[in-house]
């Protein structure tokens, strides 16, 4: 990188403990400002942040976002269904909210455990009622907005790199 001004590398330090160099009284359209000294602590290490400390910080904003969200009170129409995680994004369209990461998480855990069942070629809607299966994910989604910890949420996706895949990127204005 090239220097626009010639540079002879004399620095003059002034410290800001010596109340001495810090400057006289600023005149302001006529009012007088107080004296000021700007107490910087160039000798204190800055605190780094860490991936757990942005992660964390990171769910705790989730969880709060997801907090506000209200469940809706009214339920729409039946929704057809074949999977846990298609009955899932039917509702996140037809209700316009996301859904907890641990809920899409849930879902997904859901359909695995069909991947060995007899029954796992025929449709969900016809083993389980849609309005029951719907009212199981709002259960499920209540309990997870309102009661999981921040700090869980956290350590979960820092032992899933791919945690983002599971976050819905729908928001509505709240």
């Not at 269904?81 to 855990?109: A, D, E, M, R």
């Not at 907005?145 to 899933?160: G, Y």
């Amino acid at each position: 990188m090239k220097r626009t001004i010639p540079w002879d590398g004399h620095i003059d330090l002034i410290s800001s403990d010596d109340e001495s160099l810090s400057p006289g009284p600023v005149e302001t359209n006529g009012v007088d400002q107080p004296n000021f000294s700007p107490k910087i602590a160039i000798d204190q290490p800055l605190k780094e942040m860490t991936i757990e400390d942005v992660l964390m910080r990171r769910a705790e904003m989730y969880q709060d976002y997801m907090n506000k969200l209200p469940i809706p009170s009214l339920h729409g129409s039946v929704i057809p269904f074949s999977s846990w995680v298609g009955l899932g994004k039917s509702i996140k369209k037809l209700y316009g909210q996301p859904l907890h990461y641990l809920t899409n998480i849930l879902l997904n855990q859901w359909d695995h455990l069909r991947l060995y069942n007899e029954d796992k070629l025929k449709p969900l809607d016809i083993m389980i009622h849609p309005i029951k299966a719907e009212a199981t994910i709002w259960l499920v989604e209540e309990m997870h907005r309102l009661t999981a910890s921040h700090q869980h949420v956290a350590r979960l996706w820092m032992s899933d790199m791919n945690y983002h895949n599971s976050i819905d990127a729908i928001f509505p204005q709240l």
